[in-house]
């Protein structure tokens, strides 16, 4: 008989790093142990409630006994397209520039392997990023190469070059000048930038910018792919509702790809995605939300002897105490409150803390008391 599987074989646990998270428990148990209970601002999860309209098109399309089709519905690649050209300034988007998929995560660590990358090709990142980036270079045994200035990577081998523009963790957000020169730099050494803009909405300090708008990309989506989510703007992070805009060719042959692999979104999520890129309203009220608790969190955090670097964008503030990050994470468990450590995100991050507006307004109003205290 053949031997029996051994999963501390599996060549893939050699590939990947441990997941970060795990680590974090420790700290969450004692944070939990506050008498007032945990305040979680960890992870970038959504707490508030999904708004009306779209869990009306969720529900309305629940009778959907078929199978869906990987492209989606017309009306979702109508509503994809519109939303390109209507928030990001986007021109001339056609339902071939444009891809649904499943939640973007699943797309950020399967593309290098969709793309058919492997041994010998190289995938860059920012040095300070989320690390989901890291290991779809690892899973395809492409080589992951972090970088601070995408302009100083060498081209050699490099196929993939990702941006994250507003960054997770640190808040930064690329100007339209620094996205240009990349997008032209790439184009010159047949590198496919793919430019994850998950955070694009929440701009507080400087307003985002689009890989796929004409003043960055001359008005030619060759060699550029966004990415975008609705689980931050429209809180929909439990529907994995999330889509791809750009280059017809790389889209039209992940489409193919995708297609055997029956990575579908859910009919009900397509209508329910419809209804999300079709109104505004509800965007600019989560919008307010987070930016009351991030006026609250950052004006205790500074009061509290942190520093601030960054963070004109996006759901997080970047904060340190000019320690290393495992002590902040430790002292501030002592106060019921769990942030996130920044070398979580690289070695570079290890003496700042992630910190999360993906809190309730109560939650937000205890840990302002607490660093207070």
């Given at each position: 008989m053949?031997?029996?599987f ?13 997941f ?29 409630p ?24 017309a ?6 397209a ?13 339902h071939a ?32 990023a ?28 490099l ?25 032209a ?8 930038v793919v ?31 966004a ?13 994995r ?11 039209g ?17 397509q209508a329910?995605?419809?209804?999300a ?6 965007v ?24 601030i ?22 002292e ?11 070398d979580?995100y ?8 992630r ?5 309730t ?6 840990a302002?008391?607490r660093?207070?205290?």
């Amino acid at each position: 008989m053949p031997p029996a599987f051994d999963p501390s074989h599996a060549p893939v646990s050699e590939r990947l790093p441990v997941f970060p998270w795990d680590r974090l428990e420790p700290y969450k148990t004692g944070a939990a142990a506050h008498a007032d209970g945990i305040v979680d601002l960890s992870v970038g999860t959504p707490v508030d409630p999904v708004p009306a309209p779209i869990r009306r098109a969720l529900a309305d399309a629940a009778d959907s006994p078929g199978y869906p089709t990987v492209w989606g519905t017309a009306a979702l690649r109508d509503a994809i397209a519109g939303w390109c050209e209507r928030r990001l300034g986007a021109r001339g988007v056609q339902h071939a520039n444009v891809l649904p998929v499943v939640g973007s995560k699943e797309l950020v660590a399967s593309l290098p392997g969709q793309l058919g990358l492997g041994p010998g090709d190289r995938v860059a990142f920012p040095r300070l990023a989320y690390p989901t980036y890291e290991v779809g270079a690892r899973l395809a045994r492409a080589e992951p190469v972090a970088y601070d200035d995408p302009l100083r990577v060498d081209p050699a081998g490099l196929r993939l070059l990702w941006l994250n523009s507003p960054s997770n963790p640190t808040g930064r957000v690329l100007d339209t000048g620094e996205l240009r020169r990349v997008v032209a730099w790439a184009r010159e050494h047949g590198v496919l930038v793919v430019s994850d803009e998950c955070y694009l909405e929440l701009g507080w300090e400087a307003d985002p910018g689009s890989v796929l708008h004409p003043e960055v990309n001359g008005g030619s989506y060759d060699g550029v792919v966004a990415v975008h989510s609705l689980s931050k703007r429209s809180n929909l992070a439990g529907y994995r509702a999330a889509f791809l805009a750009g280059d017809a060719a790389v889209l039209g042959e992940l489409l193919q790809i995708r297609k055997h692999g029956g990575m579908m979104v859910p009919a009900p999520v397509q209508a329910a995605t419809i209804a999300a890129l079709g109104d505004d309203a509800h965007v600019a009220e989560q919008r307010e939300r987070y930016a009351a608790r991030r006026r609250a969190l950052r004006g205790a955090l500074e009061g509290a002897g942190f520093r601030i670097e960054h963070s004109e964008a996006s759901l997080y503030l970047w904060a340190t105490r000019d320690e290393p990050c495992w002590e902040t994470v430790g002292e501030l468990s002592k106060r019921g409150i769990l942030v996130a450590p920044g070398d979580f995100y690289g070695p570079a991050g290890d003496r700042f803390v992630r910190v999360a507006l993906t809190a309730t307004d109560e939650r937000v109003a205890a840990a302002v008391r607490r660093l207070a205290g």
